[in-house]
Nanobody, 118 residues
Framework: QVQLQESGPGLVKPSQTLSLTCSVS??????????LSWIRQPPGKGLEWMGA???????YYSPSLKSRTNISRDTSKNQFSLQLSSVAPGDTAVYYC??????????WGQGTQVTVSS
């Protein structure tokens, strides 16, 4: 029912800002206590939770990324976005957006590859 799709440039230069958007569709009922999250997986590494924005607009970030991460939402467009500033090659990863209620991440996008390179 709920579908998510990540979009944005697949190649970002070092020191620039990575910007991704997740479009959310589906679902016919009223939702509450939901959260929208960003998760990434660098090559050869595990999944890393980056942060989330909750139904009330509250944001939460991984301590290791908080200083350069921003998550926002646009409810009128049913989408939310990720900005990761000052990127480096270590930020190369597959980036996923997720949706869920009550702290769960029940729905995932397919992921989008982002490469940081000159």
């Amino acid at each position: 029912q709920v579908q998510l799709q990540e979009s944005g440039p697949g190649l970002v230069k070092p020191s620039q800002t990575l910007s991704l958007t997740c479009s959310v569709s589906g679902g016919s009922g009223t939702t509450s206590y939901y959260a929208l999250s960003w998760i990434r997986q660098p090559p050869g590494k595990g999944l890393e939770w980056m942060g989330a924005i909750a139904y009330d607009g509250s944001t939460y970030y991984s301590p290791s990324l908080k200083s350069r991460t921003n998550i926002s939402r646009d409810t009128s467009k049913n989408q939310f976005s990720l900005q990761l500033s000052s990127v480096a090659p270590g930020d190369t990863a597959v980036y996923y957006c997720t949706y869920g209620q009550y702290g769960l991440m029940a729905y995932w996008g397919q992921g989008t590859q982002v490469t940081v390179s000159s």
